[in-house]
């Protein structure tokens, strides 16, 4: 999942506590996220804690879990022109297009 900086997220273990906070840094493979409430004993809110992106997920600002979002058509395109590493018209135009419809933005 893409993570951008100020999204509100939820992590923790699926069966323990969970926390939510706000995204400060994205990284590669991990976020920092600033926690909104204490996490156990040792983090106070404001407190900042390195999750691995598997391990959260995007919540509204109710802390319910929002749907995953839409890839906007630059991401589509980006992807699409990194993926075939050419950019001629006619076969990125049949690739963009067909990626545009497999994720329902065309």
């Known amino acids: 999942m893409d993570f951008t900086i100020g999204d509100r997220v939820i992590f923790g273990r699926p ?13 590669p493979k991990t976020v920092k996220v600033a926690i909104e409430t204490a996490r156990g004993s040792r983090s106070s809110a404001g407190a900042v ?13 109710s ?9 906007t058509v630059v991401e589509v395109m980006e992807a699409v022109c990194e993926e075939c590493g050419v950019y001629e018209s006619a076969a990125l135009a049949r690739k963009l297009e067909a990626e545009l419809i497999k994720e329902r933005l065309l």
């Open 49 to 61: 804690w390195k999750v691995h992106k598997t391990c959260a997920r995007l919540v509204d600002e």
């Open 15 to 27: 069966s323990g506590e969970q926390t939510i906070g706000r995204v400060t840094k994205v990284n």
């Open 63 to 71: 802390g319910i879990e929002a749907p995953p979002r839409r890839k």
